[in-house]
């Protein structure tokens, strides 16, 4: 099955998801493997966790910069959790036409439960 989205519309429609999505990680205090799924992508993490006690996000992102080991260096981010002020998690979207299917994708797995759909951006 194919999926077309205009770019104005996945914009929009990510926007929306990532808000709901949020919403529920407050209310359950776990993430979804979507909601993981987005933040991994958005900031090429390493690993996402959820922090019930401090209400956290923690992305572990690779220091690409540091070359003074062998072994990868990752940087811990943390973000506060809350229905509103999400500034870190919208500043995040990325706007270029793999990103927007990459979203697209997720759009359809949330909003048409179509795991493997293509998605053609016009």
């Given at each position: 099955?194919?999926?077309?989205?205009?770019?104005?519309?996945?914009?929009?429609?990510?926007?929306?998801?990532?808000?709901?999505?949020l919403k529920e990680c407050v209310e359950c205090e776990k993430l979804s493997e979507d909601f993981i799924d987005l933040i991994k992508y958005n900031f090429s993490a390493k690993y996402v966790s959820f922090d019930t006690s401090k209400k956290l996000?923690?992305?572990?992102?690779?220091?690409?910069?540091?070359?003074?080991?062998?072994?990868?260096?990752?940087?811990?981010?943390?973000?506060?959790?809350?229905?509103?002020?999400?500034?870190?998690?919208?500043?995040?979207?990325?706007?270029?036409?793999?990103?927007?299917?990459?979203?697209?994708?997720?759009?359809?797995?949330?909003?048409?439960?179509?795991?493997?759909?293509?998605?053609?951006?016009?």
């Amino acid at each position: 099955m194919t999926t077309y989205f205009n770019k104005s519309e996945i914009e929009n429609s990510i926007k929306d998801l990532a808000t709901i999505q949020l919403k529920e990680c407050v209310e359950c205090e776990k993430l979804s493997e979507d909601f993981i799924d987005l933040i991994k992508y958005n900031f090429s993490a390493k690993y996402v966790s959820f922090d019930t006690s401090k209400k956290l996000i923690e992305i572990g992102v690779e220091d690409t910069e540091g070359k003074t080991s062998h072994y990868p260096v990752i940087n811990v981010l943390s973000y506060p959790v809350s229905e509103s002020k999400n500034k870190w998690l919208d500043n995040s979207f990325k706007n270029k036409m793999n990103d927007l299917v990459f979203y697209g994708r997720l759009i359809n797995r949330k909003k048409y439960s179509h795991r493997n759909a293509e998605v053609v951006v016009m």
